[in-house]
């Protein structure tokens, strides 16, 4: 008999646990979806590193490295800002 309260006990707070953890995980989620998280963005630099060999590779693929008008700073800037405003 003790033993069967000691598990429905333990199943219990189980439960609790897990649910608790859901709602806390969810109520993360929102708050990171309706930006009242502030998640750090990275600098300038640091998105440049992580970003120039995918973002080079689009541009060539795509052709539109080889455009007469073609400016890679302002490419590389926009970007950035686009990452910024995510």
């Not at 859901?22 to 998640?39: D, H, K, P």
């Amino acid at each position: 008999m003790e033993n069967e309260i000691l598990i429905a006990i333990f199943k219990f707070f189980g439960v609790l646990w897990i649910a608790m953890s859901s709602i806390l995980s969810l109520f993360v989620i929102y708050r990171i979806l309706t930006g009242s998280v502030n998640i750090e963005k990275l600098s300038f630099d640091d998105w440049y590193d992580k970003e120039e060999e995918n973002i080079n590779n689009y541009l060539s693929q795509s052709g539109a490295d080889m455009e007469m008008d073609f400016n890679p700073e302002k490419e590389f800037e926009n970007r950035y800002n686009e990452y910024l405003n995510k």
